[in-house]
């Protein structure tokens, strides 16, 4: 009779489920990974196995999260994705590290608060006789899509009726065929203590629809690249040359593009990298939540020097489907996420409830729940106990211990058939060699210069899925998981933090931010060199296109 339960339960698929206005491509790819989606009224609300919601969720959920299950954002990502929190954010980071390692974002203002100051650097500008004045561009802190934006070089132009921020204006962007365009890199967040970040290889370029000129800033479809702007114009739909239909490409296609001009994509995406940890860095840390991840959309600029710039940090990067560029970037994209959601711990978790019930039900859920424990921590609080204080550390892991139990109490009283099984998702994992182990250090990140992998280099690779999910914020990392590393390459996800074992290290012991800057410095002063030799030998190249 357990047998037939057993196997009952391993058969059973994995559950989704879905908070209203979720693109539909999102249950779209679960169906077809053979998911099912969760039945409010039919099953327990422990049943599900992935929450997916565009808003952000209510502590209780985050509280009340079993190991079994996994939320598609953290709490306070919200940090990082307001233009007005990222630009303190990350004008704080420029105080404390050096303007020269932040001065990827835009100079920027926000207003009514720092009209004065605003006032103060616009006025210095005008005065200088040797620099023109800056373009200006007027965004609303928390609305997207480019609405409410509005480009000036005149203070008499700018007008706000709301919390607004005012950022210099990139007006010398790399232009191809004389149309603007910018990046959307997909970065999926799947711990932030210890930070464990990986960018996607694929993902959109997105070109405005008219071509570029200063002396009219008011045309949007010649200053925004907003898809959402640009398929209402009048151009979206007409080849356009040297684009063609449409206003997108993939990475692939741009990367190409750059390389029959002799620029080098990997520095250009080196120097991206860097500014996707820099950023995340900048709101690290933050409140640790159990089995959580976050994509983020960040929306890079480059200028004609391919300088890339920061604009923004989208939460909820937009996943709908407006042409088959969209189809063929966020489909893999969802596939891949799932991927490296790592749902094949769970059925680690679920095959040691199956083995204990064999055994004569002496382990129960809750036993194995104590390899999961759930519950929130502050990073911070536990990295100061973790590298300092003696009695600091065992009151930190007393906390955990507490949290743990709390946990076990939960799984405890979870009844049995809430334990889902896996085998369908087992089927479509990625089959990575696990028989050898990494010889060394380096070998262990693979993507410390932030090159793509090669299957050999996986194949050295000893995986430990569980390091990006919150089990190790809950469970003493100080105790038996330090040779854990985080999977180099899930899919088209590529691992770019921690890139090497003392930015592990740094990042493990709750995050000590100065030791990774100086990590990154490191890092940055070996990539200039590469940098410079490809300075020389693209000059005269694209800038002509
Ligand atoms: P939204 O959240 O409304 O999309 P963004 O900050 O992404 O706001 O800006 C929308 C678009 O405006 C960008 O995709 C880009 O084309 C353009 N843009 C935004 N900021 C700048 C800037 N500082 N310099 C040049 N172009 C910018």
């Known amino acids: 009779m357990a047998d037939d339960y057993d196997t009952r339960d391993i058969l059973r698929p994995l559950v989704f489920r879905l908070h209203e206005n979720v693109p539909s491509i999102v249950r779209e790819v679960l169906l077809e990974r053979g998911w099912s989606e969760f039945d409010k009224k039919g099953q327990d609300d422990a049943d599900w196995n992935l929450y997916w919601r565009n808003s ?67 006025n210095k500008e005008r005065q200088s006789v040797d620099r023109r004045p ?6 609303p802190v928390d609305l997207s899509r480019g609405r409410g934006i509005l480009i000036f070089q005149d203070i008499k132009d700018l007008v706000y009726d709301c919390t607004v921020i005012v950022q210099k204006y990139i007006s010398n962007p790399l232009l191809i065929s004389g149309y603007k365009l910018d990046l959307r890199l997909y970065v999926c967040v799947t711990s932030f203590c210890p930070l464990t970040i990986y960018t996607y290889k694929e993902g959109l370029v997105r070109f405005a629809t008219e071509k570029f000129d200063l002396s009219s800033l008011d045309n949007v479809y010649a200053h925004l690249t907003n898809t959402s702007i640009n398929k209402y114009g009048a151009s979206y739909k007409k080849y356009k040359e040297g684009i063609g239909c449409g206003c997108k490409w993939t990475f692939s296609k741009f990367r190409s593009y750059l390389r029959i001009f002799g620029v080098d994509d990997v ?45 923004e940090v989208n939460y909820n990067p937009a996943l709908c489907l407006d042409c088959s560029i969209d189809d063929t970037v966020k489909r893999k994209l969802l596939h891949d996420i799932v991927e490296l959601l790592n749902y094949k711990q769970i059925d680690t978790f679920r095959q040691n409830q199956v083995a204990g019930i064999k055994a004569g039900r002496r382990s129960t859920a809750g036993e194995s729940a104590t390899e999961e424990t759930p519950g929130l921590l502050t990073c911070q609080k536990v990295a100061k106990c973790a590298s300092s204080e003696q009695p600091a550390l065992q009151a930190s892991r007393a906390s955990i211990r507490k949290v743990a139990t709390l946990t076990r109490r939960t799984a ?107 990590e990154i410095n490191k890092l940055i002063s070996k990539q200039l060199p590469l940098e410079q030799q490809n300075t020389k030998k693209r000059v005269g190249y694209l800038t002509s296109v």
């Open 267 to 311: 520095v250009l995406w080196q120097k991206i990298n860097n500014i996707v940890i820099l950023t995340l860095l900048a709101v690290t840390p933050l409140p640790v939540a159990s089995n959580c991840f976050e994509l983020f959309g960040f929306d890079i600029l480059i200028d004609d020097k391919f300088k890339p710039w920061l604009l």
């Open 134 to 139: 800056s373009y200006w561009i007027c965004k």
């Open 412 to 518: 405890r009283a979870h009844p049995r058939k809430t334990l889902t099984s896996q085998l369908r998702e087992r089927m479509n994992m990625p089959k990575i060699p696990s028989q050898a182990k990494a010889e060394t250090k380096n070998k262990h990140f693979p993507g410390a210069g932030h090159s793509p992998h090669t299957s050999a280099q996986l194949s050295c690779w000893l995986p430990t899925p569980d390091f990006c999910n919150y089990r190790l914020t809950t469970r003493p990392y100080f105790l038996s998981d330090k040779d854990q590393r985080p999977i180099p390459r899930v899919g088209d996800f590529v691992l770019i933090f921690p890139f090497n074992e003392a930015a592990l290290q740094a990042s493990r012991d709750g995050t000590d931010i100065k030791s990774i800057i100086k």
């Open 56 to 122: 952000p969720f209510h502590m209780t959920d985050h509280h009340s999260i079993k190991p079994w299950q996994r939320l598609n954002h953290y709490p306070e990502a919200v940090r990082i994705t307001r233009k007005d929190y990222l630009a303190r954010h990350l004008k704080r980071m420029k105080g404390a590290y050096g303007s020269a390692l932040y001065e990827f974002s835009p100079v920027a203002f926000i207003m009514p608060n720092d009209y004065v100051k605003f006032i103060a650097e616009y």
